[in-house]
């Protein structure tokens, strides 16, 4: 039973440029967040989707970041015009319903670097 | 809303040893989870041990326990006989039921390092 998946693991961008982070959930999972780590700190959620939907987004920017579930295929988190303060660890995680009690998987993360 | 409060940046600890790792939290939901996540040095996200409000019982998972005291909102992960491999960041997290679909409060990490 394959973990949930996060590609690219390393992605470097110029300031300006774009960067589209993907996820593919646990099988049978439905539901993704995306959570945001900066360096020695703890994870701080930004968004949280279902199949086609987007359920909670209280802790994205307002611009320049958007995310997506589509019916097939992995979640898309999308940093447009990227500066360098965006340079951190980005992590999906998925679970199979939204229960409190339900545990979210981490993939392994995406680390980007805005030079 | 939920706060979750991590006041040791580092522990040591000798191999063979115990450990206990502090977390304690806030929060105004009647119903919650609290969980305990590991981060090594590779990064990934390892979910290690959950303890639910409700339970009566502490959470344990092999070598982890959670000593969860609910008058005192805390909710410490006990790593008992210490291996090198255990040396990494330790995050506590919460998330409250009865908030709707709240996501994943974490605290800023206890960095454990296993000493030979």
């Known amino acids: 039973n394959a973990g949930v998946m996060q590609n690219p693991r390393h992605l470097v961008r110029r300031r300006g440029q774009e960067a589209r982070l993907r996820c593919s959930p646990m099988?049978?999972?439905?539901?993704v967040y995306w959570y945001r780590q900066l360096p020695e700190e703890g994870l701080k959620f930004m968004v949280y989707?279902?199949?086609?939907?987007?359920?909670?987004e209280s802790g994205m920017p307002k611009e320049r970041f958007s995310a997506e579930f589509p019916k097939e295929g992995p979640s898309i988190l999308r940093i447009q015009q990227v500066v360098r303060g965006d340079s951190a660890a980005y992590f999906c995680?998925?679970?199979?319903?939204?229960?409190?009690?339900?545990?979210?998987?981490f993939g392994p993360g995406t680390r980007l670097t805005v030079l | 809303a939920q706060k979750i409060t991590q006041t040791q940046p580092g522990m040591f600890v000798q191999e063979k040893e115990a450990v206990t790792l502090d977390c304690t939290y806030d929060t105004s939901d009647p119903s919650y989870g609290l969980f305990w996540y590991k981060q090594p040095s590779s990064g990934e996200m390892i979910f290690l041990i959950y303890?639910?409000?409700?339970?009566?019982q502490n959470a344990t998972e092999g070598r982890y326990s959670l000593n969860f005291q609910k008058a005192r909102k805390s909710a410490n992960l006990v790593i008992s006989a210490s291996q090198l491999g255990d040396s990494a960041m330790y995050f506590c997290a919460m998330r409250g039921w009865n908030s709707g679909n709240t996501p994943l409060v974490f605290g800023k990490g206890t960095r454990l390092s296993v000493i030979a």
């Open positions: 303890q639910g409000s409700y339970d009566q």
């Open positions: 989707l279902q199949k086609e939907n987007i359920i909670d």
């Open positions: 995680a998925s679970s199979p319903r939204t229960l409190g009690r339900d545990t979210q998987y």
């Open positions: 099988k049978g999972h439905s539901h």
